[in-house]
């Protein structure tokens, strides 16, 4: 992290005015960066034991679970609401809604859709296959990761 030194009165540059932070240097000094960082660290597996990887899994897993589900619900109700109170508008004489320009647009959205997910797809592929690697090397964290999910989402 840079941090600000005071400026000089006759500093031609901005620049002049930072600390560079090298963090190769700060890794080579610190070990614990270096383990947990480092090109060397490897999966978690040669880590921590498998009873830490799956309380890991699990603690992290039902965070991720609770806030999935707290997230949802008030989504859910958001989006619930906003149409109930737009029909009660609309029966009420608030509001007028031109339906067929609504499919028209709608239509219209899910074609621009399809011609992007076809762009994205080699973007999305790589993401599955990097994901899929590191569940197969972290699959004792992932195990327990899964189950605190579902355990988050049904408390």
């Not at 959205?109 to 973007?123: D, G, L, M, S």
Request: charge should be positive; hydrophobic fraction near 40%; glycine fraction near 10%.
């Amino acid at each position: 992290m840079a941090t600000r030194n005071p400026p000089p009165q006759d500093c031609e540059s901005d620049d002049d005015s930072y600390e560079v932070l090298d963090l190769t240097e700060y890794a080579r000094r610190h070990q614990w960066w270096n383990r947990v960082f480092g090109h060397s660290s490897g999966p978690m597996v040669e880590k921590y034991s498998v009873a830490t990887q799956i309380v890991m899994g699990g603690v992290t897993g039902w965070c991720a679970g609770f806030l999935f589900q707290k997230v949802g619900k008030l989504a859910a109700t958001a989006v619930g609401g906003g149409f109930l109170l737009l029909q009660i508008a609309s029966h009420s004489g608030y509001v007028q809604i031109d339906w067929k320009r609504v499919e028209k647009d709608v239509n219209k959205a899910k074609r621009q859709i399809k011609k992007r997910a076809n762009k994205a797809a080699p973007e999305i592929n790589n993401l599955i296959e990097e994901a899929t690697e590191f569940i197969k090397q972290n699959i004792v964290i992932s195990s327990g990761f899964v189950g605190g999910f579902l355990l988050g989402l049904a408390s």
